[in-house]
T-cell receptor, first 113, second 112 residues
Framework: EAGVAQSPRYKIIEKRQSVAFWCNPI?????LYWYQQILGQGPKLLIQ????????DSQLPKDRFSAERLKGVDSTLKIQPAKLEDSAVYLC???????????FGPGTRLTVL | AQSVTQLGSHVSVSEGALVLLRCNYS??????LFWYVQYPNQGLQLLLK??????LVKGINGFEAEFKKSETSFHLTKPSAHMSDAAEYFC??????????FGTGTSLTVIP
């Protein structure tokens, strides 16, 4: 069974530029999560989708971050414009449903210069 | 605010020694509790989880954890450390399957 796929694996941009990350969850998983993991810290949940609806986005900086999961499968996370403090690893995870085991992708490491 | 605290950002043990990684949560409502492991340049992998039922939970790779409501703790243990256990370990809590909160992580070093 294929795992959670993310791309790109690495991205370097300058501040004020825009960037987008892509996630393909495990087939059949209704719940999809985006996390931000800053170096030396634990992952912080940014947004949680149940199919194509948002369950929780309370910690998403909505002035610059956006995410969508239009068809209830793939998802994209966008940052526009990026700030230096956005440098982090962005993790995508999926699960069959809420409270089920989350399976994590390898992450996208973003460096903002 | 709901949170999870991992005591000790770095833990070193000798190979064959007991591994004990500490996790405490702050909530009046018993949460779902998880331990994840992250190997270098890899994604997080679930070690074990507690939702309901038996408070002693066994996971993969010989790890186990016990939910103690009176102590609001969910410490991770392994009787005998292997070199391959060296990694970053994260405790996490969730309330009704949503609102996931991760601790800051504990880096485990195993000394030969």
């Amino acid at each position: 069974e294929a795992g959670v796929a993310q791309s790109p694996r690495y991205k370097i941009i300058e501040k004020r530029q825009s960037v987008a990350f892509w996630c393909n969850p495990i087939s059949g998983h209704a719940t999809l999560y985006w996390y931000q993991q800053i170096l030396g810290q634990g992952p912080k949940l940014l947004i949680q989708f149940q199919n194509n609806g948002v369950v929780d986005d309370s910690q998403l900086p909505k002035d610059r971050f956006s995410a969508e999961r239009l068809k209830g499968v793939d998802s994209t996370l966008k940052i526009q414009p990026a700030k230096l403090e956005d440098s982090a690893v962005y993790l995508c995870a999926s699960s069959l449903g809420t409270a089920d085991t989350q399976y994590f992708g390898p992450g996208t490491r973003l460096t903002v210069l | 605010a709901q949170s999870v605290t991992q005591l000790g950002s770095h833990v070193s043990v000798s190979e064959g020694a007991l591994v004990l990684l500490r996790c405490n949560y702050s909530s009046s409502v018993p949460p779902y509790l998880f331990w994840y492991v992250q190997y270098p340049n890899q994604g997080l992998q679930l070690l074990l989880k507690y939702t309901t039922g038996a408070t002693l939970v066994k996971g993969i790779n010989g790890f186990e954890a016990e939910f103690k409501k009176s102590e609001t703790s969910f410490h991770l243990t392994k009787p005998s450390a292997h070199m391959s256990d060296a990694a970053e370990y994260f405790c996490a809590v969730s309330y009704t399957g949503n609102q996931f909160y991760f601790g800051t992580g504990t880096s485990l070093t195993v000394i030969p």
